[in-house]
């Protein structure tokens, strides 16, 4: 990179708690002009998060753009984009959630450096953390640092995957976004795995989210008051 | 896996003729009843290639799934799938020829390794070579290596990505076809670049393949005979 150039990140923006707060870091560390976000329609059921990332990008100030994976539907067989497959906590027999959709961060990821590769962004921002993983092995810590060497030498690049919370238990995760000044856009974000809004409150996301920002100590804005 | 079970193998078959020649080589493997193979459709100019798949998938006796995938004409900005660039033999600045799709062998076999995990598959056979690479990075041995490092991890899975050809010049890859049987099938294949059957014989990509089979001595059962 021109050391000249600014540098310049993409995050890969869900429309989640954890990808909201990472988009806050984002625009710390780089700066909002430097930062853009990057969402996937990939056939979630739940069709609100693509307008939850859209409005916080816009809150925060920053490029969204959506691109579309019509792969994950056409490989079939997971809760998460399958509409016959009822969510549930079980998990298989590999031990992984049901909501488990093979790889999807790494296609995730490498999709969003084919988007930086031409743009010349050579920061990736993600929200993946292994502290509270849930089971899925596409977040941790050595997947992410085993992808950033595969992409690398696959697109002869110098990209940098940014994690910030990899190993911030949620409590910490919600501290940090309070600290960012991430909280206003928490009201915008979507992390109920029954599409509920406001949130069931009852499914293993819900229950995880709340967890977090009872020992935070702080209130949810997404949480309506009763 | 179950000592029990039949290795099964998953060959990624564009329609050309280093895949055919590696789905040749996984049914001496593997036997033939253990290989299937996946096509993507990723928006490629010369949609040719999905039937060439097919019927090479066909004659080999094994099922063929055509996979789509609609993310890289949303990234755009490539010569193989945006109709508005022409394809030259010039290089970027870069040094990568213009037909590069940024990590698109990446997004292959990560797709190919997503649909192989819910079916028991530890076998990928794809045809990348690093020795007439031609610039691309993403067919380069450490580039596999690492890939297949990030996708064990991410999926917590035992896969094997084998590349028969990656260090085999053009015309060992004509005697490997020969000797494997696969030469009826390379009539079926598809290589030239400009979308033309019969192959136009001008473009990179015929020349390469025209150099292979004379340097090896055998006719090329694509190219009709004046």
Do not use: I
């Given at each position: 990179m021109n050391d000249l150039m600014p540098a310049k990140a993409l995050v890969v923006l869900s429309g989640g708690q954890d990808s909201t707060t990472c988009l806050y870091w984002a625009i710390k560390k780089f700066a909002a002009a430097n930062v853009s976000s990057i969402t996937f329609d990939?056939?979630?059921?739940?069709?609100i998060e693509l307008d939850c990332a859209r409005e916080v990008a816009a809150l925060a100030g920053v490029e969204n753009t959506v691109l579309p994976i019509n792969t994950f539907s056409a490989i079939g067989g997971d809760a998460l984009t399958d509409a016959e497959i009822a969510v549930s906590s079980k998990v298989s027999e590999?031990?992984?959630?049901?909501?488990f959709v093979p790889g999807r961060n790494l296609i995730f990821l490498t999709f969003a450096a084919a988007f930086a590769y031409p743009r010349a962004i050579e920061n990736i921002v993600t929200g993946v953390?292994?502290?509270?993983?849930?089971?899925?092995?596409?977040?941790r810590e050595d997947t992410m640092r085993a992808l950033e060497t595969a992409l690398n030498l696959g697109m002869e690049s110098s990209l940098s995957i940014h994690t910030?919370?990899?190993?911030?238990s949620k409590r910490e995760t919600v501290e940090l976004a309070s600290e960012l000044g991430a909280l206003p856009a928490m009201a915008l974000t979507h992390t109920c795995y029954n599409g509920e809004r406001p949130p069931c409150g009852r499914c293993p996301s819900c229950e995880l989210r709340a967890r977090g920002f009872a020992e935070a100590g702080i209130?949810?804005?997404?949480v309506r008051k009763s």
């Open positions: 990939y056939g979630q059921r739940h069709r590999a031990g992984l959630p049901n909501t953390a292994q502290t509270d993983y849930s089971g899925y092995p596409d977040c910030p919370l990899m190993h911030l209130d949810d804005p997404l």
